[in-house]
């Protein structure tokens, strides 16, 4: 079965830092492209960042390049999203997720975390 937990959400201000974990179960993670999506209060769930798992290649929404930096662990197996600047429009709930695509599409991730809160204050 396959498992993904996020962790490292929390309370920051803005110019702040966090380091999100996702450690993943249940599958064989090498295999899979990561990525990490957020989805504020009466918003739709929006694309952050993936990893692709071939060659650890990196995509990212235009409004956290430059602040994130999505990395991937097989051995652990755990996918991270450092969170550098971070902004008061950063606050959402963030989830790792899993494809066999490199997409920023929502819909075509198949296994999804239960999220972990992200707040920024300014």
């Known amino acids: 079965q396959v498992q993904l937990v996020e962790s490292g959400g929390g309370l920051v201000q803005a110019g702040g830092s966090l380091r999100l974990s996702c450690a993943a179960s249940?599958?064989?993670?090498?295999?899979?492209?990561m990525g990490w999506f957020r989805q504020a209060p009466g918003k739709e769930r929006e694309f952050v960042a993936a990893?692709?798992?071939?060659?650890?290649?990196?995509y990212y929404a235009e409004s956290v390049k430059g602040r994130f930096t999505i990395s991937r662990d097989n051995a652990k197996p755990t996918v991270y999203l450092q969170m550098n600047s971070l902004k008061p429009e950063d606050t959402a709930v963030y989830y790792c997720?899993?494809?066999?695509?490199?997409?920023?599409?929502?819909?075509?991730?198949?296994?999804w975390g239960q999220g972990t809160q992200v707040t920024v204050s300014s």
């Open positions: 997720a899993r494809s066999t695509l490199v997409t920023l599409k929502p819909y075509e991730y198949d296994s």
């Open positions: 249940g599958h064989t993670f090498s295999n899979y492209n």
């Open positions: 990893i692709r798992w071939s060659d650890g290649r990196t």
